[in-house]
């Protein structure tokens, strides 16, 4: 969902008036996040499904979240560890060069020192060619980096190795990032 998007389903929602403040509050963040969405920190995407949610109840019903008497953002609920993660590239340089890859998402410790992926913990190399992270746990290196818009996100063009997408990222992943629509 983009800023504009966001902004326009606040304003059906809520009216010209406190729309920002009622969108912050029914989300559960702080309007000062409001803000960051609209200065181009990406809205994360339970955040989306939660306004997207409610423009179909508001479709449906007319209703608006607050005159529904429903909570605002029921299992939609942005927490901030959500504010603080990314959709990633993982690949696993410990057996080589062409390791097993995934995308999927990754939590960004408070500091930014360190994340986490599916319960491992990695901390920077400081750079580096063919890894830039390593687990923390076992000292095995890994390739973590941002997902290409064209897919082609291995080091190693030669593997054949397919590149798994975590089910609770795929949808976001081929909108928000590949520019499709798909499942």
Do not use: C
């Not at 973590?144 to 593997?159: A, E, H, N, T």
Request: proline share 5%; glycine share 12%; hydrophobic share 30%.
């Amino acid at each position: 969902m983009t800023a504009e998007e966001l902004r326009a389903a606040a304003l059906r929602l809520f009216g010209e008036r406190g729309w920002m403040s009622r969108l912050a509050e029914g989300l559960g963040v702080d309007r000062s996040t409001v803000s960051r969405w609209f200065a181009g920190v990406p809205v994360p995407g339970p955040a989306a499904a939660a306004v997207r949610a409610w423009l179909q109840l508001h479709e449906l019903t007319g209703e608006t979240p607050s005159a529904s008497g429903l909570p605002y953002a029921s299992e939609h609920q942005v927490s901030p560890r959500v504010e603080r993660s990314r959709i990633m590239y993982i690949e696993d340089k410990s057996q080589g060069l062409n390791g097993p890859a995934r995308i999927g998402r990754v939590y960004f410790s408070k500091t930014g020192r360190s994340l986490t992926y599916r319960g491992q913990t990695f901390r920077s190399l400081g750079g580096g060619y063919k890894a830039n992270y390593f687990d923390v746990d076992t000292g095995d290196q890994y390739w973590i980096s941002g997902p290409r818009k064209d897919g082609q996100d291995r080091l190693s063009p030669q593997s054949t190795q397919p590149v798994e997408i975590d089910e609770d990222v795929r949808e976001e992943y081929w909108r928000d990032v590949r520019g499709e629509q798909k499942g």
